[in-house]
């Protein structure tokens, strides 16, 4: 689960530290203190694309931390996803730590357990540890795509999916050979040798996908190694080895500052600043031995490579292409010299093609069963959640249309349905469902689908909006109870979810000599009072709403 929340200078968030426990979590607060620009930090730190924009105004950096818990199961494939991806695991490998730095110009840098991680790995990870709920969640319903991915992911078939789809790509690439081949008929001779003396010339070349760029790189090193290290060892004596060295005069300033912090505490910040240089100044020392100790002067692999930049370039103009497209050319060119020999064995490619449809016709007719199995299964639980929803009578329905060709879905098209009254026949809910229905389906699917999901912390941003009175306390008591098997986090403006929580954050934005912050803090029993009183009554809080605060609690 999520233990701690870390964010540094992010929107309007100066400094700001959460320790998260198990169960239900409520965060609350007025509409624009910050409650989402929390759920945007830790999207951000579980692979979410950055932007410059979100640094806090007048700061070079961002920077945002988030601590997890594992145990059991996660553990033991968390930790194994770790080293499979070369990771270290912490000592106890009961903790995962995940960090995210984004810098004023753009960049971005992501860590996991101190080591450097590529976004899609941060993504990866986070994929298995947080599964976020937006506000927007139900507009998404309204895409056919959306509903088919929402009743594969509920019923495990995700695997299956992705199975039934590499299929009938297999199956597509055996028809368009099959065509290829077939039209490959006149003037087969001729066209054979032209193409088998290209064939042989580019398959003694061999020219890679990237690697003229690769090519053009290490020439440029090699080329200019003797600069490169004349260079870098200068740059290594400045730094850490000739007399006044900057590693010298920065623990001298240091020295000096560390003194005097002591004295005035205003200082502190600048100490704080070199103590950073320092460490920043030591790790490019050891970057530059570790570099020095790499690189050398080879002339042979210069020539080589020289060699190799010319053979590329005479065949790329050769066969009047970019050097890059190279190895797309010499792809085309396999690929037809194969058709025209397999133009003279139609017969064991149109066995080929049947096989391939074979195999995907039965995964896909098992695709089909389980959902129509799984869909009986959500039918049944949804609509059993609409009737808690201020929806009586209501009905939801999954409808398998069989699609008139194979796709690479499978053989059907997911289409939910939904009659919002007794006696009304279900209808598509793009059709039928207004804001406020479809709000509350969504939140009904979202609850019931996240009771199976195998990741441990869910968060729900806003999800309740369009409802209030009892059913509002109905979701409050569904997501209390989601909360005794998942960590659940819910940023809410109805008291009646708010009431609900195990522990409560209350988000407030605070403006001093005209900068605006965001700050968060976790309510006693006396302050959830007042806060979900505020929540009832409004900027007025009477004696009456503080009755009605303390009763939600109470109940």
Not at 91 to 98: A, P, S, V
Not at 379 to 385: D, F, Q, S, W, Y
Not at 427 to 436: E, T, Y
Not at 508 to 526: A, C, D, F, M, P
Request: charged share 25%; proline share 2%; hydrophobic share 40%.
């Amino acid at each position: 689960m999520l233990c701690s929340l870390s964010i540094r200078d992010f929107v309007i968030v100066d400094e700001l530290d959460i320790d998260l426990e198990k169960g239900f979590t409520v965060l609350t607060g007025e509409t624009g203190a910050g409650k989402s620009i929390l759920l945007d930090a830790l999207s951000l730190v579980l692979g979410e694309r950055a932007d410059p924009s979100q640094i806090r105004e007048g700061k070079q950096k961002a920077e945002i931390s988030a601590i997890f818990s594992l145990s059991g199961k996660l553990q033991q494939s968390i930790n194994t996803w770790l080293e499979n991806e070369g990771f270290t695991a912490e000592d106890d490998g009961l903790t995962l730590i995940l960090k995210r730095v984004i810098d004023s110009g753009g960049r971005s840098r992501s860590f996991i357990n101190g080591g450097t991680a590529t976004l899609a790995q941060l993504k990866d990870l986070g994929d298995q540890l947080v599964d976020i709920h937006g506000q927007h969640a139900h507009q998404l319903l309204l895409k056919s795509g959306a509903q088919r991915d929402l009743l594969d992911n509920q019923a495990n078939l995700s695997e299956l999916g992705q199975q039934v789809t590499q299929l009938f790509h297999q199956w597509d690439a055996a028809r368009k050979q099959l065509e290829n081949a077939q039209k490959a008929g006149e003037n087969l001779q001729r066209e054979q040798e032209r193409l088998t003396w290209q064939l042989e010339e580019l398959d003694a070349l061999a020219p890679k996908e990237g690697e003229w760029a690769e090519v053009e790189i290490e020439h440029a090193r090699l080329a200019n190694a003797a600069k490169l290290i004349e260079g870098s060892q200068t740059a290594l004596q400045l730094i850490e080895t000739q007399e006044g060295n900057a590693e010298e005069l920065l623990a001298k300033a240091f020295g000096e500052i560390e003194d005097l912090a002591r004295l005035d505490s205003n200082l502190e910040d600048a100490k704080i600043a070199i103590e950073s240089a320092q460490i920043q100044l030591s790790e490019a020392g050891h970057s530059l031995n570790r570099y020095l100790q790499k690189i050398d002067v080879d002339p042979e692999r210069l020539a080589e490579v020289e060699e190799r930049l010319k053979a590329l370039h005479a065949a790329a103009k050769k066969f009047k292409v970019t050097p890059e497209e190279l190895h797309l050319t010499w792809q085309d060119i396999q690929e037809k010299v194969t058709a025209i020999k397999d133009a003279q064995d139609l017969e064991a490619l149109e066995s080929t093609v049947k096989a391939a449809h074979t195999a995907y016709l039965k995964d896909a007719k098992v695709l089909s069963a389980q959902r129509a199995k799984a869909a009986k299964a959500l039918e049944i639980a949804v609509t059993a959640a609409m009737q808690d929803l201020s929806m009586a009578g209501g009905k939801f329905a999954i409808e398998l249309v069989k699609l008139p060709n194979e796709t690479s879905h499978g053989l059907e098209q997911i289409e939910f349905l939904v009659a919002g009254h007794p006696g009304v026949s279900p209808k598509p809910l793009s059709k039928v469902a207004s804001g406020g229905e479809l709000a509350r389906i969504s939140l009904a699917i979202s609850v019931i689908t996240s009771e199976h999901s195998q990741v441990p912390t869910l968060i729900f941003d806003e999800v309740d909006s369009g409802i209030g009175g009892a059913v509002a306390e109905t979701v409050g008591k569904r997501l209390k109870e989601l909360g005794q098997i998942h960590q659940v986090l819910c940023v809410t403006h109805l008291a009646q979810v708010a009431a609900q929580g195990h522990q409560h954050w209350k988000v407030e934005k605070n403006s001093i000599h005209g900068i605006t912050t965001s700050s968060i803090t976790s309510l006693n029993r006396n302050d959830r009072v007042e806060e979900i009183a505020r929540m009832l009554g409004g900027a007025e809080i009477t004696d009456t709403t503080k009755r009605h605060a303390r009763e939600l609690l109470g109940n």
